[in-house]
């Protein structure tokens, strides 16, 4: 729950910012009178409202002015333009001068939305904060009455799309008033008006204490400064002159965007090699970091242009602005006089302007990945890096990627393919790489992300293998990530620690911090894992869609309704549909279960949307169809013999016992035994899938314990601890001790009971582990404990349903016993003697 004075969740967005200023206001009410002057604003703010859903702008605060929120710059640029426009015309209805002075601005922002209460003491719903706010508000500032300033920012992005303005748009004129300073910004802004084809001229922008001209300190009238600096540049003229040139404002762990390399050698193979080649030198510093090409292409989706436009230094400066890049690199590699240079312009995606240029000369083919080499390491002096560090952090590209251009240039069209979710075309050209140079690692390493990402596990156990015999040719941050994979394949309970120390020692590494997310959200560690998952929405990332659906998925499993649905949008309209899954369970916690249904809207074919729809059937007591949707799919998948079959038969039994058709949950509960076990036995050694059937093995164990049947559960316990038999991961550990007191509490001993489940009954306590306590103690007679343990799982359904075990396989368990549980919390509340019996399923 939020304090009343709290925030729910922050983001940070890149969006254009218009603030606007009714000029003389107050003199207008004494002038027209407060009548008149009622139904003039009453006007006004019909046409704000019109204007706002005419260029889709957000309005965030209004008084004599407002300050509105628009996605595209032109959006905010039509709307300015057009309010000009109604404020004229409104002025002559009324017979009164009407004009505003509006200022507008593109840059990045933190949103946040207020929480309801805050919202009711006064708050305004939504938040914006960020430099972007007192820039644009100082441009508003600057403007004269009836003037439109503009930033350098906006105009270059507003400017190239005003045709879409329609007859807003057409004739615009546009003016420079030079290069402002603003105070508090270290860089001068150069400031542009903007005005309609049949607007007058603008006058001067008005200089204040909080921006002033950027003019040379000759023109400045100020001659007894100026003969001071005279003398202080004399003083010190000799220093001047032999200290080091400053460097390029460039902070450390800033953010930069590769464009495309131009190759006009005329060798096709330099295509897409050399690109990855610069880009695994680049990567290497922990001091720059380097938007993948993943995801400017998907930000050129976002801006409506084609993903597989060349990333000139015009487009690429577009993505730049968009992600809040500091500095654009433009390769270029060109024969010249024999020799091969390879050249990197350094640009300011901001104003386009050339800040620097590096190149470096080789002789052939064969120097193109030392050129590299040479030329990352200058880049990186250049970008303020310190030498050192530029030495330890570096390995020559040869002995971290591949001597083989062809095999660098099958394993750059890997990562294409890739990048595009084509996994079996990358792995095709993966194996092409490894088949030309057969030692690089890289290669084997992509091969493991490529057979995980299609479901072979055992094809990516054996690329780890191979990863693992080459793991001297790993760049340093891969070495480690390499690790982080072998914990996440080979032993689960280690790979939220691996991915967690990856990301600490790379923490502008995205992708570390989403698999550190999923990791700890799988073992309940919520907190831990909200942070990481905060981490990788970064819009610099290309998952970052992925990042916000898991962020909604932990802020529900934490009850945070209204975060997670908030987290869950915003990743259905980044593009991934099938966060509408997880948008049903906000609604079915909140009791809207036709809510729920309608945003469930998944293939029938979808064993995940069965799951939804078996668990928000039981949810309503609906038992006769809770049992057919979920006999029905597992008649489906069964014929595969694939897990998907297997995990269904967890809530098909859960269903059975609470509908009270104990035999047929009984025969379910050992089926389910029976097609699991052997496969967790029979892998005979640590597999990414062992703990997932254990956990069916288990679920369907804990279900037939409740119904009486302590032998199944017995059996599976003993297989899974008995010598030789697959090391257990914590999760499964934690269920083998669930299954052990349940089995205790049926013979009357919840004492024992208890006992086992002691050392799991922590914060990240499974919800099951939970479940079989509140019924210890209530065996137990501990009526104060067993309500408090009650009233925590009636009140802990966002958990109940977002709990992550066997692909949700515990979902439908969980939410019936979380019902439970709020009855029994009702029955131990009624006077002595009247109380309900409430059984488990």
């Avoid at 980044?574 to 369970?585: E, V």
């Avoid at 016992?657 to 036995?681: I, K, N, W, Y």
């Avoid at 003993?718 to 669930?738: F, I, K, T």
């Avoid at 966002?798 to 949700?808: I, K, N, R, W």
Wanted: charged share 20%; glycine share 8%.
């Amino acid at each position: 729950m939020d304090d009343v004075a709290g925030t729910v969740h922050q983001v940070s967005q890149l969006r254009a910012l218009l603030f606007t200023d009714l000029c003389d206001s107050t003199t207008l009410v004494e002038h027209i009178g407060d009548s008149a002057a009622a139904a003039l604003f009453q006007q006004h703010d019909r046409l704000v409202m019109a204007l706002q859903q005419r260029w889709n702008g957000q309005q965030i605060d209004r008084s004599d002015g407002l300050f509105v929120l628009f996605e595209r710059p032109a959006d905010a640029l039509g709307f300015a333009l057009d309010y000009q426009q109604g404020l004229t015309t409104l002025g002559h209805e009324h017979e009164v001068p009407l004009q505003a002075r509006a200022g507008l601005h593109v840059g990045e922002v933190i949103l946040w939305e207020n929480s309801v209460e805050a919202i009711a003491l006064g708050a305004k719903p939504v938040e914006v904060e960020g430099l972007a706010k007192p820039m644009a508000a100082r441009l508003m500032q600057l403007a004269q009455p009836g003037q439109i300033l503009v930033s350098a920012t906006a105009e270059s992005m507003a400017r190239r799309a005003a045709a879409e303005l329609g007859d807003t748009g057409k004739g615009l004129r546009w003016k420079s008033f030079g290069r402002w300073r603003f105070k508090g910004v270290a860089q001068p802004m150069e400031v542009f008006a903007v005005m309609a084809a049949n607007a007058p001229s603008s006058g001067r922008p008005r200089q204040s204490a909080k921006a002033m001209r950027d003019v040379p300190l000759w023109r400045r009238p100020y001659a007894l400064a100026a003969q001071l600096a005279l003398v202080v540049a004399l003083l010190t003229g000799g220093w001047l002159l032999t200290r080091p040139q400053p460097a390029i404002a460039f902070g450390e762990r800033d953010w930069v965007v590769v464009g495309d390399l131009r190759n006009l050698t005329g060798e096709a193979l330099l295509d897409g090699s050399l690109q990855q080649a610069f880009r695994i030198s680049l990567e290497q510093s922990r001091y720059v970091n380097v938007v993948s090409d993943l995801r400017a292409r998907e930000t050129l989706k976002q801006m409506r242009l084609n993903p597989e436009a060349v990333l000139d230094s015009s487009v690429a400066s577009e993505v730049a602005q968009r992600l809040g890049a500091r500095l654009l690199l433009m390769p270029t590699i060109a024969e010249v006089g024999g020799r091969l240079r390879l050249t990197v312009e350094i640009v300011d995606p901001q104003s386009s302007q050339s800040l620097s240029v590096a190149s470096v000369d080789g002789k052939g083919l064969e120097s193109v990945l030392g050129s590299t080499d040479q030329m990352t390491a200058e880049l990186r002096h250049r970008l303020g890096e310190a030498s050192e560090r530029v030495h330890a952090d570096s390995a020559p590209l040869p002995a971290v990627t591949t001597a083989s251009l062809d095999a660098l240039r099958a394993y750059a069209l890997g990562q294409s393919f890739y990048s595009r979710g084509d996994y079996p075309g990358a792995l095709s050209m993966y194996e092409k790489a490894v088949l030309l140079d057969p030692t690089f690692a890289l290669a084997w390493m992509a091969q493991v992300r490529a057979r995980f990402a299609n479901v072979d596990h055992a094809g990516a156990m054996k690329a780890l293998e191979q990863v693992d015999a080459h793991r001297a040719r790993l760049p340093p941050r891969e070495s480690l990530y390499l690790d982080a994979w072998r914990a996440s394949l080979l032993e689960p309970g280690k790979a939220g620690q691996a991915w967690v120390q990856l990301a600490a020692l790379y923490p502008d590494y995205l992708a570390a911090h989403h698999n550190a997310a999923i990791w700890l959200y799988s073992d309940n560690r919520l907190d831990e894992a909200l942070v990481h998952a905060e981490r990788a929405a970064d819009p610099r990332f290309e998952l970052a869609n992925v990042a916000q659906d898991q962020m909604g998925r932990i802020l529900m499993a934490k009850g945070d309704g209204p975060g997670a649905h908030r987290a869950l949008q915003r990743a259905v309209d980044g593009g991934r549909t099938a966060s509408r899954r997880y948008l049903s369970w906000v609604a079915a916690v909140r009791g809207e279960f036709a809510e729920a249904e309608r945003v469930l809207a998944l293939p029938p074919s979808s064993r995940h949307a069965v799951i939804e729809q078996v668990s928000l059937a039981a949810d309503q007591r609906q038992w006769n169809r809770a049992l057919q949707l979920a006999v029905q799919a597992h008649e489906r998948f069964l014929r595969s013999d694939s897990f998907d079959g297997r995990t269904l038969m967890v809530p098909m039994t859960a269903v059975m016992a609470a509908a009270g058709d104990r035999e047929q949950a009984l025969r379910t509960a050992r089926l389910a035994v029976q097609q699991s076990l052997p496969r967790v036995l029979g892998r005979g050694a640590r597999d990414a899938d062992t703990s997932e059937d254990a956990m069916v093995a288990l679920g369907a164990s804990l279900l037939a314990a409740r119904l009486g049947d302590a032998a199944l559960g017995e059996g599976v316990v003993r297989a899974l601890e008995a010598p030789g038999a697959p090391e257990q991961q914590p999760l499964p550990s934690e269920m083998v001790a669930v299954v052990k007191a349940e089995i205790a509490r049926g013979r009357g001993q919840p004492g024992l009971a208890m006992q086992l489940l002691q050392p799991w009954l922590t914060a990240s306590a499974r919800y099951q582990t939970r479940v079989v306590a509140m019924d210890a103690l209530r065996d137990q007679g501990n009526t104060r404990d067993a309500l408090h343990m009650a009233d925590g799982l009636a009140g802990a359904r966002g958990l109940a349903y977002a709990e992550l075990d066997c692909g949700y396989c515990f979902q439908t368990l969980n939410v019936i016993d979380s019902n439970r549980a709020r009855d029994l919390a009702a029955a131990l509340r009624r006077p002595a003697g009247s109380a309900a019996a409430v059984t488990a399923p």
